[in-house]
C-alpha cells in the first residue's frame, strides 16, 4: 500500500496539473473568440474575390491567352504541398491530422509517379513530416514570432509559393489545413491553389459576361490570380488558428476532467488508506488494552 | 438629390467602411473614374491612390488611401477590394515613405533582372502613383 505521505504529493502534483489545464483551456477559449472573429472579418473580402474571378476565369479561361496560374503549365508532375500546422502542441490531435492526410496525399502521387515538395509552415508539422519526408522540404515559413496573424504574413507565403512557381518548381500547388467546423470538430483540408479551381457556378449566371473589365479581362484576371493565392492561403491560415485554439481547448477540457477524476480516485485511496492506518493503531490499543 | 448608393470597402482582414453614397471617386489602373448609382457594371484594378466618398451619410470617413485591389461596380453597389487601405486622415508620413521604398526597392530589383526588365515600367509607374498619393494625402 502506497504511504499516505506519497499520495498526498500526488494529489497535490495532479491538482496543480488541472489548474494549469484549467487556466489553458480558458485562454484557448479567448483566444478561439479572436480567431473567429478575425474570420469572420475576412470572409467579405475572401468571397467577393472568389465571385468576381469565378465570374472572369469562365469567360477568359478556356482562350489561349489564359495566365498560367489559372490555365496550369499543361503539366502535373511536379506537386508541391504546403502543409500549415501550428507552431504549438497540446492542442490534441489538430496537427496530427493534418500530417495524416498529406501523408496520405504523399503516397498517393509517389504511386502515380509524381514527384512531391513540401513546403511547411508551422513547427509542428515540420517535426512529424521530417522523420520520413525530409528529402521533400523545400522551404519551411516560420510564424511563431507572429503575434496576430495579418494579411502581410498571408502574402509572404504566397510569394513564396509563387515565386517558385515562375521559376517551375512545380506544377500543382495544394494547400493543407484544418477547416473550423466546431470546438470539438476540425475538418482537415486539402485545397488546390495552383491552377486555380473554382466552384463551376450554374450555368445561367449572369454576371461575368456583363461586365465591363478595365483595362482589360486577361489583365484584371493577371492581377487579380497572385492576390486569390494570397487570399486563399490568409483564410486557409485563419481557419487554422481558429481550429488550433478550438482543438486546444476542447483537449484541455478533456484534461482537466480527467485531472478531476484523477484527483477523486486518489482522495478515495487517500481516504481509505488514512482509516486503515487509524483502525490499525485502534486494534493495537484495543488489544493492548485486553491483555492486561 | 442624387440617388444613393451602397459603398462597400473591404480589405483582408476587415470591413473598413459601409456606407450609402452619392458618388464614388476611383482611382483606377487606366485613370481615375467617378461612379453614381446605376453605373454601368464594371470591374477595373486599382492603382495607389485615395478614394473620394461624395455625399456621405452620417460622420464616416470620406477620403481613403488605397495601395491597390479592384473595384467591382454593379448597378446599386459599389465595392472595394483594397489590399491596404485606411482613411486619409491616418495616413502618415512614415507609412508613405515606407511604401515608396519598398516600391523603389522593387523598382531596382526589376531593373537588374535579366528578363529584358519587363517590370521595370510597372514598378516606376507604382513609384510615380505613390509619390502622387504622398502629396495629395499630406497635402
Do not use: W
Not at chain 1, 511547411?120 to 496573424?149: I, P
Not at chain 1, 483595362?215 to 485563419?238: K, M, N, Y
Not at chain 2, 507609412?95 to 519598398?102: C, N, Q, S, V, Y
Amino acid at each position: 500500500m502506497p504511504n499516505l505521505k506519497d499520495l498526498k504529493n500526488r494529489i497535490a502534483s495532479v491538482k496543480s496539473t488541472r489548474k494549469i489545464t484549467k487556466a489553458m483551456q480558458m485562454v484557448a477559449a479567448a483566444k478561439l473568440r479572436r480567431a473567429q472573429d478575425a474570420a469572420e472579418a475576412a470572409r467579405p473580402y475572401a468571397e467577393k474575390m472568389e465571385a468576381v474571378m469565378s465570374g472572369l476565369a469562365q469567360s477568359v479561361g478556356n482562350s489561349d491567352g489564359a495566365p498560367r496560374l489559372l490555365a496550369g503549365t499543361g503539366k502535373s508532375d511536379v506537386h508541391l504541398l504546403v502543409v500549415m500546422t501550428a507552431e504549438r502542441g497540446l492542442c490534441g490531435g489538430f496537427n496530427s491530422t493534418i500530417v495524416r492526410k498529406a501523408r496520405a496525399q504523399v503516397e498517393t502521387l509517389r504511386a502515380q509517379g509524381k514527384t512531391v515538395k513540401i513546403l511547411t509552415v508551422g513547427k509542428k508539422g515540420r517535426e512529424q513530416l521530417k522523420r520520413d519526408h525530409a528529402d521533400k522540404f523545400v522551404g519551411h515559413v516560420d510564424l511563431s514570432d507572429v503575434k496576430r496573424l495579418g494579411y502581410a504574413d498571408a502574402a509572404r507565403i504566397a510569394s513564396n509559393v509563387l515565386g517558385r512557381f515562375d521559376a517551375g518548381e512545380f506544377d500543382v500547388a495544394t494547400i493543407f489545413f484544418n477547416r473550423f467546423q466546431s470546438v470539438i470538430s476540425q475538418i482537415p483540408t486539402a485545397t488546390q491553389i495552383i491552377p486555380a479551381q473554382f466552384d463551376t457556378p450554374d450555368a445561367g449566371q449572369d454576371s461575368g459576361s456583363l461586365y465591363d473589365y478595365e483595362p482589360s479581362e486577361e489583365a484584371v484576371l493577371e492581377d487579380l490570380l497572385p492576390r486569390g493565392v494570397a487570399t486563399q492561403i490568409f483564410t486557409a491560415l485563419l481557419e487554422n488558428a481558429a481550429s488550433e485554439q478550438g482543438a486546444r481547448m476542447s483537449a484541455m477540457d478533456n484534461a482537466t476532467r480527467n485531472a478531476g477524476d484523477m484527483i477523486e480516485r486518489l482522495t478515495i485511496e487517500y481516504n481509505r488508506s488514512r482509516q486503515a492506518v487509524i483502525t490499525n493503531e485502534l486494534i493495537e490499543i484495543i488489544s493492548g488494552a485486553e491483555a492486561l | 438629390m442624387a440617388t444613393k448608393m451602397q459603398f462597400d470597402l473591404v480589405s483582408p482582414e476587415r470591413r473598413l467602411a459601409s456606407v450609402m453614397v452619392e458618388a464614388v471617386q476611383i482611382p483606377g489602373a487606366d485613370g481615375d473614374m467617378t461612379a453614381m448609382a446605376d453605373h454601368a457594371p464594371l470591374i477595373t484594378t486599382l492603382r495607389p491612390g485615395i478614394v473620394r466618398l461624395d455625399g456621405v451619410e452620417g460622420a464616416a470617413e470620406k477620403a481613403y488611401f488605397v495601395t491597390g485591389g479592384f473595384a467591382d461596380v454593379a448597378g446599386p453597389k459599389v465595392t472595394l477590394l483594397a489590399e491596404q487601405a485606411m482613411p486619409v486622415s491616418e495616413v502618415t508620413a512614415e507609412i508613405m515613405d515606407g511604401l515608396i521604398a519598398e516600391a523603389r526597392a522593387a523598382q531596382d530589383k526589376a531593373r537588374n533582372a535579366t528578363d529584358g526588365g519587363t517590370g521595370v515600367d510597372t514598378a516606376g509607374k507604382l513609384v510615380a502613383d505613390l509619390e502622387a498619393a504622398r502629396a495629395s494625402t499630406l497635402g
